[in-house]
């Protein structure tokens, strides 16, 4: 059985930085794309980040509010994917998901893509 962990979210003031993880146990992610959501009330889950494995090579992508202040990275030693946060503004506050695709290294912005998820870590940031 696979699962997906989450972990590292917390409550932080706005500038500061976290670094997110998410453990896979079950499963080897190696060459499948593993990709980070978030979702907030009343919306539905938005694109963070995804690495994956695309025509012999790694392929990482960001959400656009994003991009230039997380990155994603991947520990395939522990299987353990990682998001690390900087700059945070109040916009970044949710409850982040681990998602992984169980049969394409794509990664893709669609939550609909993704077979696992993780339970979620909250996210707060204060101005």
């Known amino acids: 059985q696979v699962w997906l962990v989450d972990s590292g979210g917390e409550s932080v003031q706005a500038g500061r930085s976290l670094r997110l993880s998410c453990t896979a146990t079950?499963?080897?992610?190696?060459?499948?794309?593993m990709a980070w959501f978030r979702q907030t009330p009343g919306k539905g889950r938005e694109f963070v980040a995804g690495i994956g494995w695309s025509n012999g090579g790694d392929q990482i992508n960001y959400g656009d509010r994003v991009r230039g202040r997380f990155s994603i990275v991947r520990d395939q030693a522990n299987n353990i994917v990682h998001l690390q946060m900087s700059g945070l503004k109040s916009e970044d506050t949710g409850i982040y998901y681990c998602?992984?695709?169980?049969?394409?290294?794509?990664?893709?912005?669609?939550?609909?893509?993704?077979?696992?998820w993780g339970q979620g870590t909250q996210v707060a940031v204060s101005s």
């Open positions: 998602a992984g695709r169980s049969t394409s290294g794509v990664v893709s912005l669609s939550a609909d893509r993704y077979t696992y």
């Open positions: 079950g499963w080897s992610f190696r060459y499948y794309a």
